[in-house]
């Protein structure tokens, strides 16, 4: 007997057409198949983040030679590693309405996750975040290599989803306390100005106990999806009260929806999809997935209330494009490079390591 429903099987990967071109076909499929769209995205942004580790590098050999080496200039993206300075100068920006002029790139790169939040759902973190792209990676790589992934009891599940916001409410208590003077001296100290140096020297000198950390992590997010970005990343969090204000949201069609619950198996945040008429969780991160498991035509779709359907790859160029024009806008202003000089950073990176918190 016929379904009263079309239905359409998920896309699939394959080989171009006899005689298509094989861009057309990329391109086909990148419009159809939105696990596609994001990938591209994951990945291009991966690339960049791994240029910007290069470069960084380059930068600090430079540093560490005392100036002997070739100079490579300081790249302004790895800011976007800097979240606690971001937000202190963040908070800077709306007491003085001023700039501070160390790390201002870390400013912006957070100014526009927030956007991404309110607007987008958690976007940022399952398009653009690399730490989310490569936790992802790594379920996916424990699924294929064991047949599936452990999903924690619902008893056990929603307290450790709440230590992500434990440490959010730490750190904005934290920042929320710290007064104008207080505030202006932790941004104008060398702590602050060598946040990033130290960074690197942390991570390309792991201490047996962070080596054994890291691996720990790596190990358990082959078992359970998205282990850190679910449980642990406060920034996860953070965005996840600003997507309950975001417009886009998965939308099911009732009336079309054939029960099949294979938008709740697919979904890595777990959310019962199939139940949901408009799925508000703030574990959603727009993924996509759900969507593109959905075997019938027209009925799973992200969109704003009475707005049209959003397919995969408008919402990949949304986010992409949102956290482009914020950092792009944050360069063509002038507030993008940080104001120490190279003079600065020769003085500063020899005393990286031995500078206090203030």
């Known amino acids: 007997m016929n379904s009263p429903h079309p239905i359409h099987p ?31 995205v994951q990945v291009a942004y991966l690339v960049l983040c791994l240029w910007i580790g290069a470069e960084f590098a380059l930068f600090m050999r430079w ?47 957070l100014v526009a996750i927030l956007a991404m939040g309110l607007l987008l759902k958690k976007a940022f973190c399952s398009w653009i975040c690399p730490v989310g792209t490569l936790s992802e990676a790594l379920w996916l790589l424990g699924r294929k290599g064991l047949g599936r992934n452990l999903a924690l009891p619902r008893w056990a ?28 001296a932790f941004l104008d100290s060398p702590f602050n100005a060598v946040a990033d140096i130290r960074m690197y020297w942390f991570f390309a000198h792991l201490s047996g106990l962070a080596l054994g950390t890291v691996l720990a992590l790596a190990a358990l997010s082959l078992l359970v999806q998205n282990l850190w970005c679910r449980y642990l990343c406060p920034y996860g969090a953070l965005l996840g009260l600003l997507s309950l204000a975001s417009p886009l ?47 019938v035509k027209d009925t799973l779709h992200v969109r704003a209330p009475g707005g049209k359907a959003v397919p995969g790859w ?9 956290f482009t024009a914020v950092t792009g806008g944050a ?28």
């Open 249 to 295: 949201r998965v939308t099911r069609g009732k009336r079309t929806c054939i029960d099949c619950r294979l938008c709740t198996r697919a979904c890595p945040a777990r959310i019962q999809v199939h139940r949901a008429n408009r799925v508000g969780s703030d574990e959603c991160t727009a993924c996509y997935r759900c969507v593109a498991a959905c075997p």
């Open 157 to 184: 599940d929603a307290p450790l989803r709440g230590v992500k916001y434990l440490l959010l409410g730490f750190f904005l208590w934290a920042i929320w306390n710290m007064d104008g003077p207080v505030l202006e």
């Open 314 to 322: 408008v919402f990949g160029m949304l986010a992409a494009g949102l």
């Open 331 to 358: 360069m063509l202003f002038g507030h993008w490079r940080t104001a120490l000089h190279r003079q600065d950073y020769l003085q500063l990176i020899p005393m990286a390591q031995a500078v206090g918190h203030p």
């Open 63 to 109: 540093g560490a030679s005392g100036g002997r080496a070739a100079y490579v200039p300081h790249p302004a993206g790895a800011e976007g590693f800097l979240p606690i300075s971001a937000l202190l100068s963040l908070k800077h920006w709306f007491l003085t309405g001023q700039i501070h002029p160390v790390h201002p790139a870390g400013l912006f790169i």
């Open 10 to 40: 998920p896309p699939r990967p394959g080989g171009t057409a006899k005689g298509g071109s094989p861009v057309r076909a990329f391109l086909g499929r990148l419009r159809t198949d939105p696990k596609a769209a994001r990938a591209v």
